[in-house]
């Protein structure tokens, strides 16, 4: 290991060793990856001569691994070798946390159970037994194993690395006590400057020594400047993660690779330079060598011209006598071919005749040569014997006889004996067979020897059986005699034959003497030739030689004349080159820093650490540096850049600078890539050598190896936040090097062999991931997040290539033609230098292809030179078009932007750029076409904007949709394209709305100091300087009036303030300070006037079914397109989407649909429906995914399969789930997202609802129906939009959806429908409907009396008339009921609807303050995270905050200081009282003191074992911890909640209101007998049992039934101080606050409430007790009383409240009395 042990180093060394130098010592080492823990470790483990132990994590190691492990190192430890040893484990390997029980045993006892079966314990302790007698252990089992475990925890120290960031640790430290308890923690702190600086001037000595930097004082600032980038990293990670909300991390591990590759960067560069300054030097030394030679050139050329001309006369002499000798020769050679001629012609007969006589005498020549077989057959054994014959057979003396005839010529006949004679010497005889001359025999011969041969027997076959010589002998004499015959015929034309071939001879011979003569002749004139060719030669020679002289002149001039440029050019290079050896120090530090440290940061950041702070440090540490440098420029080329957009990058700035981290970078690039930008780039640059997986794959481990041990190129894409540990090794690069070239790698403890070219490359989709420090410090996190700019250039080409096709390609062309012009100059340029320095400086003027070539390559460059410059010319004709469509692309990017920071809000919000491009060019294709350019561009910006807003807001949540719509017209009020003009202040105040601090407010009578404070601070801006002036002196009665106004947004401000009507987005500023619960109506009445049709984005749908915006939807679905629908209470999909598959498909269940309900053991029946559906085209539908997140990943795998194999084009999936994180983005991205919760506001509900009933279906009810369909609408409206008012509009949220409103309209249908009754059964719909359709979703009593009294007011028989469909608004508000008509009518009257109120529902304005004043907080806070940067308004230096736990220690000793020894002595008490004495009061009580003594024990006993926590004297507990995290954040723990009284307070006025009840029991118990004159039932845990006992004590008196008794309440008019004694009949109580109406004492009666008065503290009531009663009493209000003002479930009491007006008109009113309203 290549350790530097600076001082923090060495006392980490010196730590380890001491704890595991001691028995049972154990180290916990804390700190994030890449700190030096483990290598510090094993440093200390070989100090202390600890034998290293560590477990190889793979795919398949489970607890049984870990186990087999464990039983080794034991072993180890005890028995073989039984000496030290160090368990070092990481975090990283913890796969399971199972893990750590094994771990948590060895560490407390060092027992683990079951670690070994009794058996292999046996074995183990008998070979420790002599060692354990040795050592006085008893000789038993026990003291055997005794033995063993104490020698094992005394030999294994664990040593466990672990990082603090995260749960895991905290978590993992509370679980399993051991980790903590048991081990010695050494907490790795980061690397502070001079450990930095020290750590790089170690290994940056080497640049000295190599001499690369000049001396140590460049080393020194080098070494601070690298201390410097890495500090600034920490500072950078810290505002990213605030303002950007990502998670960056920078390790010693990435200095040390920022060092690295510094110094592998620097001298790579250097030598760069220094080659190329050599190979410039050398071209220009070669090309001044060239320039000197050409005037000794010009003088060798004309010493050489004079020998040209020389050589020219000579060989003309020559010509002259050749051509003589030549004519002779010629005439001699004319006669000699006519004798030739001549003799030819008779050569030519001659040879006619022979062939002719040849023919003729080819068929004798057989019988010639059958004649010559005969003869050799002849011996003179066969002739002796025929000789020898005395009487021969006549045939034999025939033959004889003929062969005589032919031999001899005799004249007759020759007898035997003259043949014998004849043959007397057979040796003669048979010489003169063969001697005989068939050409000549005379003709008697002839005929004599035909007669003989005619004979039968006269033949060689006959002649055989008497002799094989007469046989021979006959043969012979037959073909002589044939042949003769023939040769006859042949004679005379032999004779002219041999004629002609004696003629033919003689012309011979006379040719040859005229042959002879030619020849002689002919040598001559070779000999003349020859002369005249060496002549020639010599000539052609010497011209060559000047064409030479001249040709090397010409090329030398053009050589010269031709790098004229480059000469000057390079010359200037040169001087360039060598200033920068030098600054490249600082260059390849910036850009060392930029690889290192810059990508995982925005645009924004990048440029502020490198442009800003890095360049600046550079500067002022005097490191040599090169003026406005730019480290992209330092990391690629103008060609590389050029090249990587050949392949698909985007041509925006950080897409470029990510491109050149990743082809630079060290470690393994790790690419943040949602919108797959930079995945299409490295796939389109790779081809076909990458090899892509995804962890979810099947045997993805098998390839990461295969690629390994190849060395191919490896993506794998999908990374999610945490990476497997199998591949630890693989991104730390654990190389082992075997040898001098081999090199092995070990995964999962398997050695493989590693080949050098392995590339890794992983793309992570997901938009924000949070990876650990470890993971940073191993890879090169790049983020690839398409940018603002990047992305308007895509989109504008998008745009362009629909619009203008034609144009964007030749715009594409273009830009590859560019850039292809770009890296071919490079080229030319590197093969010009090259071909130049690479020539030998002596030969370069003969090296003709090579000066060629250089002239091409020249010619080349000058040409590409001349289409560049009028391709730029072209480039800007082409942009000038293209950016008459640039504010589209504008707006497109703007839209992007704006709807993926929604996942900040809603986990389901996910968005993909894929997405978003399909719905931008289905707008496109929708935008209503013109001539005109301007126009057309005005009309896609308005379709674009329309149609992603509309398909991301059918998406969203009903709380969620104005803050898109406030998204987006901020945005374009940013741009400018508003008619209001955008001031930063302004929009600032309206988000954060800052407070001034600690002013007094001079208006506390009607303004409360949170308002007051605001308008403080809206005072500091400009344009509203007297705004805070004017309310407290000018006009404080009129702005109290505009104050209290129930929509102030609708009315002027006094004063000259009245000027903003005309100025709305100031007057929010007014609202958001004022009246903050009417700023979100106003500001979306601003947005329907200040966005272009803004009504249109705000009322988005608002009059569609459901089932319209399904089907719309469902246009734009796809077979890979999903349509998701997000859950909310109520909502069920699954009707609309059957109903619209019925109209489309033929939809039938179980044929071509499948609805599926997830759940357990449905996952296998899903699969199968989506592989039917894939292949068969069917509707598939999985209803609540969310109920198997597991499974959701395997659902997205199948999709991308799906999508691969291209489905069938009628298969369609939905999917629905609710809200979950557990959902797949890839799912979410690419589905069409649907909600179906009722919209925000009355008339957009009453639209909906009305939207239900189709104008076919409407127009044929009958006019009664249509009366009572349009009250129910009205009714449905009013029943969803309630929800908004929290508990006072219901006590619990019930799932009412349009399903009700359709059943119970064809409830209505039935049951008036044909009917023949006159009367309408008012009381049979109003127990339908209120009771059964929507009563079935009603549990809570309170909210169905409501129901039914909306009900009992809109069903009635002037309803058919007109009524007004606001109730008991008393003038306040009026809207009729539409007379009966038809559909249109009817959508023109929900139009005329009045600005919607609380008076809709029957409440009083101030009902919605709450609600509202929430929602404008909610939206706002949201606005502001969304829209980043800035802080809050609030002043104070934050630098001088208190950490959490600082606050929560402060509160615990707080609290502990207010509670410690309160306590009631409950039974000294309850002894001290008589059973006579105890009466029901003194029960609840007494009761009451044991509730608090309770809540007090547990409190004193959490917060004491909290304070022992801090001090460190206790571990923390997840208990401490979440009490410590309630008293920092102002809550309550939930043991305090459970053991305390019901409370909605935070936890300051939690703990005023505690000691207020713990004052009430105190005074009681002082005088337990007597109870309070007046009990503050507010003040009880259990308010309920006070109730009772009054009924308990009316039943003692009275002797009545506690069940028939109620309790009865009568308001007095008396506050608490005026009661003098307690009542005889009941009890006075207090602590009743009115909520919904107030209570006039003077007319001891219900009324309405003050504007802004939101309760109202009730007088003292006498609760008493009365038998209950069924007569109702119009002139009493049964209210309900809750403890809180949530209300359910902490209901107490009805009480009976006096009223002039209806009791109904309360009970729509939402009124309620409130115990503990936490002021």
């Not at 390079?570 to 820093?593: F, M, P, R």
């Amino acid at each position: 290991m290549n350790l530097v042990l600076f001082d923090d180093a060495i006392n980490h060394v010196c730590r380890i060793s001491r704890i595991t130098d001691n028995p049972c010592g154990h180290a916990l080492l804390v700190g994030v990856g890449g700190s030096g823990k483990q290598s510090l470790a094993r440093l200390a483990s070989f100090i202390n001569t600890l034998d290293l132990l560590q477990i190889l994590v793979n795919q398949s190691y489970g607890m049984d691994a870990l186990k087999l492990d464990l039983q080794e190192f034991y072993k180890k430890a005890v028995i073989k070798p039984g000496t030290g040893q160090a368990f070092l484990m990481t975090d990283g390997q913890i796969a399971n946390e199972k893990f750590l029980v094994y771990i948590n045993d060895m560490l407390s006892s060092g027992v683990i159970p079951d670690l070994f079966s009794r058996e292999e314990y046996d074995g183990l302790l008998g070979g420790v037994r002599n060692a354990a007698k040795a050592s006085g252990y008893a000789d038993d089992r026990d003291g055997h194993f005794a033995f063993f475990i104490d020698k094992f925890r005394r030999n294994l120290h664990y040593i466990l690395c672990h990082s603090p960031v995260g749960d895991d640790f905290r978590i993992r430290g509370r679980k399993f006590p051991a980790l903590i308890s048991c081990t010695v923690v050494d907490e790795f702190m980061a690397w502070p400057r001079d450990a930095l600086d020290g750590v790089a001037r170690r290994f940056l000595i080497d640049l000295v020594t190599g001499g690369n930097f000049q001396d140590e004082d460049t080393l020194g600032v080098v070494a601070a400047n690298m201390a410097e980038v890495h500090l600034s990293i920490e500072g950078a990670n810290k505002r990213y993660l605030e303002l950007e909300r990502r998670n960056n991390y920078c390790t010693p591990k990435s200095f040390l690779e920022l060092i690295s590759f510094y110094m592998k960067m620097l001298t790579s560069k250097q030598a760069d330079v220094l080659q190329n300054c050599e190979r410039l030097e050398k071209g220009l030394a070669i090309m001044e060598q060239v320039q000197s030679k050409v005037e000794g050139l010009k003088e060798d050329l004309k010493i050489t011209m004079v020998q040209v001309e020389e050589k020219k006369a000579a060989t003309a002499v020559l010509i002259e006598q050749v051509t003589k000798a030549s004519a002779v020769a010629a005439e001699e050679k004319a006669a000699a071919d006519i004798e030739a001629e001549k003799t030819n012609k008779l050569a030519s007969d001659a040879a006619a005749l022979q062939k002719e006589a040849d023919g003729e005498l080819s068929e004798a020549m057989p019988a010639m040569e059958a004649a010559a077989e005969a003869v050799n057959c002849l011996d003179k054994m066969s002739i002796g014997e025929l000789k020898g014959f005395g009487k021969p057979p006549p045939e034999c003396v025939d033959v004889c006889a003929c062969a005589a005839f032919l031999l001899k010529n005799e004249k007759k006949r020759m007898e035997w004996k003259a043949a014998q004679k004849m043959m007397a010497n057979p040796a003669a005889f048979i010489d003169e067979v063969k001697a005989f001359n068939a050409n000549e025999i005379p003709e008697n011969t002839l005929k004599e020897c035909d007669a003989l041969i005619a004979l039968p027997f006269f033949n060689y076959d006959t002649m055989k059986s008497k002799s094989t010589a007469a046989a021979n002998l006959a043969n012979w004499a037959i073909n002589c005699v044939k042949y003769h015959k023939i040769y006859v015929k042949v004679a005379p034309l032999m004779a002219k034959v041999e004629e002609a071939t004696r003629t033919k001879n003689e012309a011979e011979a006379s040719l040859a003497i005229v042959l002879a003569k030619v020849a002689a002749i002919e040598e001559e004139c070779a000999k003349l030739d020859k002369k005249l060719n060496g002549a020639v030669a010599e000539k052609e020679r010497v011209e060559a030689q000047a064409a030479a002289c001249l040709e090397k002149l010409e090329l030398a001039e053009r050589l010269v004349n031709g790098l004229a440029d480059e000469y000057k050019r390079w010359t200037k290079t040169v001087a360039e080159l060598k200033d920068l050896t030098q600054k490249l120090i600082g260059n390849s530090l910036l850009a060392s820093a930029f690889v290192g440290y810059i990508s995982p940061f925005s645009m924004t950041f990048r440029q502020g650490l490198w442009k800003d702070q890095w360049t600046s440090d550079i500067k002022e540490r005097g490191i040599p540096l090169t003026d406005g440098i730019d480290p992209l420029k330092v990391l690629a080329t103008d060609a590389d850049m050029a090249g990587w957009q050949n392949e698909g990058l985007p041509s925006d700035r950080i897409s470029l600078e990510n491109a050149a981290v990743v082809t630079s970078c060290s470690r393994w690039p790790l690419m943040i890539d949602p919108q797959l930008q930079g995945v299409k780039w490295i796939k389109q640059r790779l081809g076909e050598d990458l090899t892509i997986l995804q962890f979810t794959m099947n045997n993805w481990l098998k390839k990461v190896i295969a690629c390994i041990q190849m060395g191919n190129q490896l993506l794998i894409e999908a990374v999610g936040q945490e990476i497997d540990a199998i591949l630890e090794p693989v991104l730390s690069r654990a190389v082992i090097k075997r040898g001098r070239t081999a090199m092995i790698i070990k995964i999962g403890g398997e050695e493989i062999d590693y080949d050098p070219k392995f590339q890794l490359y992983m793309q992570c989709k997901l938009p924000n991931p949070h990876y650990r420090p470890e993971i940073a410090a191993q890879c090169t996190i790049i983020n690839f997040i398409v940018t603002p700019e990047g992305l308007e250039d895509q989109i504008l080409a998008m745009v362009v290539n629909v619009e203008k096709p034609e144009l964007e390609q030749k715009k594409q062309e273009l830009v590859r033609q560019q850039n292809d012009f770009m890296v071919t100059l490079s080229q030319l340029e590197a093969a010009l230098l090259s071909q130049l320095s690479e020539a030998d400086p002596a030969t370069i003027l003969d090296n003709i292809p090579l000066i060629e070539g250089l002239e091409k390559t020249k010619a080349t460059s000058k040409e590409i030179g001349e289409q560049v410059k009028a391709a730029q010319i072209t480039e800007v004709e082409i942009n000038t078009s293209r950016e008459l469509y640039r504010p589209v692309a504008a707006e497109g990017s703007m839209l992007f932007f704006l709807i993926i920071q929604l996942c900040f809000i809603e986990h389901m919000y996910q968005y993909s750029l894929d997405s978003f491009v399909n719905f931008l060019y289905k707008a496109i294709d929708r935008t209503e076409t013109t001539e005109d350019l301007e126009e057309r561009t005005k009309r896609l910006i308005v379709m674009i904007r329309m149609t992603i807003f509309r398909w991301v807001n059918r998406g969203l949540f009903e709380r969620h949709k104005l803050i898109l719509c406030a998204l987006l017209t901020f945005k374009l009020l940013q741009k400018g394209a508003l008619s209001e003009e955008f001031n930063p202040a302004h929009f600032n105040f309206l988000l954060r709305a800052p407070m001034a601090v600690g002013a007094e407010n001079p208006l506390a009578e009607w303004l409360p100091s949170k308002n007051w404070n605001l308008v403080l601070k809206l005072s500091d801006l400009e344009e509203f300087d007297n705004f805070s002036s004017n309310m407290e002196k000018d006009a404080p009665t009129r702005f109290k009036e505009w104050f209290n106004e129930v929509a102030p947004e609708d009315v002027k401000l006094p004063l000259d303030w009245k000027r903003l009507d005309s100025q709305p987005f100031q007057k929010l500023l007014v609202l958001r300070a004022l009246r903050p619960d009417r700023c979100c109506s106003a500001m979306a009445d601003w947005i329907r006037v200040a966005l272009p049709n803004g009504r249109d984005y705000m009322d988005c749908d608002g009059s569609l079914s459901f089932a319209a915006i399904l089907e719309n939807s469902f246009e734009d679905s796809t077979t890979t397109t999903p349509i998701f629908f997000i859950l909310s209470p109520g909502a069920d999909p699954v009707k609309e989407v059957e109903a619209m598959g019925r109209r489309l498909i033929q939809l039938q269940l179980g044929t071509n649909y499948w609805n599926v309900a997830m759940g357990q053991g449905q996952d296998v029946i899903a699969m199968a429906k989506l592989d039917m559906g894939h292949r068969e085209g069917h509707w598939v539908m999985l209803q609540n995914i969310h109920l198997m997140p597991g499974w959701c990943k395997e659902l997205e795998k199948k999709l991308d399969v799906f999508a691969a194999e291209n489905s069938h084009v009628n298969f369609r999936l939905f999917l629905s789930a609710d809200p979950s994180k557990g959902i797949p983005i890839g799912i979410l991205e690419r589905s069409i997202k649907l909600t179906n919760e009722p919209p925000q506001g009355m008339l957009a509900n009453l639209r909906r609802s009305f939207a239900l009933f189709s104008k076919e279906d409407f127009e044929d009810r009958d006019a009664k129906v249509k009366s009572i369909l349009f009250a129910m609408c009205h009714f449905h409206a009013l029943m969803l939009e309630r929800k908004k008012f929290g508990p006072m509009g219901y006590n619990m949220m019930y799932p009412f959806s349009a399903g009700d409103l359709r059943d119970s309209a064809q409830v209505l249908y039935n049951y008036l429908e044909g009917s023949s009754a006159v009367k309408i059964p008012w009381d049979d719909l109003r127990y339908l409907f209120g009771d059964i359709m929507y009563g079935g979703h009603i549990v809570d009593d309170w909210d169905r009396r409501m129901s039914q009294k909306y009900l009992l007011y809109f069903l009635r028989d002037e309803l058919l008339d007109e009524i007004d469909m606001i109730p008991y608004a008393e003038g306040k508000l009026s809207w009729p009921s539409p007379q009966p008509a038809g559909h249109e009518k009817y959508l023109e009257h929900i139009e005329t609807m009045p600005a919607e109120s609380p008076l809709f529902f029957g409440m009083h304005p101030n009902a919605e303050i709450n609600f509202r004043t929430t929602q404008c907080n909610q939206v706002f806070e949201m606005l502001t995270s969304l829209s980043g940067g800035g802080g809050g308004g609030g002043e104070g230096d934050e630098g001088d905050a208190m950490s959490p736990m600082a606050v929560a220690q402060m509160v615990c000793d707080d609290v502990l200081e207010e509670v410690g020894e309160k306590r009631f002595p409950t039974d000294d008490v309850g002894r001290g009282m008589s059973e006579e004495e105890k009466g029901p009061y003194q029960f609840v009580f007494l009761q009451e003191c044991e509730y608090m003594n309770g809540l007090l024990y547990e409190m004193v006993k959490g917060l004491s074992e909290l304070r022992l926590g801090f001090k460190g004297e206790l571990t923390m507990s997840e208990v401490m911890e979440d009490m410590a995290q309630c008293l920092y954040s102002e809550k309550l723990p939930v043991w305090w909640v459970k053991l305390g009284f019901a409370s909605t307070r935070p936890l300051r006025s939690w703990r005023i209101s505690l000691q207020e009840r713990y004052q009430q029991l105190d005074d009681w118990i002082n005088d337990p007998l007597n109870i309070p004159k007046v009990v503050d039932i507010s003040k009880l845990f259990n308010p309920q049992s006070f109730l009772t006992a009054i009924k308990q004590l009316c039943c003692q008196n009275q002797g009545l039934e506690l069940d028939r008794l109620q309790v009865f309440t009568e308001v007095t008019k008396k506050e608490p101080k005026q009661i003098e004694s307690i009542s005889k009949d009941g009890a006075f109580v207090c602590g009743m606050y009115l909520e919904g109406a107030r209570w006039d004492m003077a007319q001891n009666s219900l009324e309405d409430s003050k504007p802004k008065e939101m309760f109202t503290a009730m007088p003292v009531v006498l609760c008493k007790a009365g038998t209950v009663s069924d007569k109702v009493d119009k002139n009493s209000f049964v209210c309900p009383v809750y403890c809180v003002p949530t209300r359910r479930p902490y209901f107490v009491f009805p009480a009976q409240l006096r009223t002039k007006a209806p009791p109904e008109k309360w009970v729509l009113a939402g009124v309620a009395m409130i115990l503990d309203v936490g002021l």
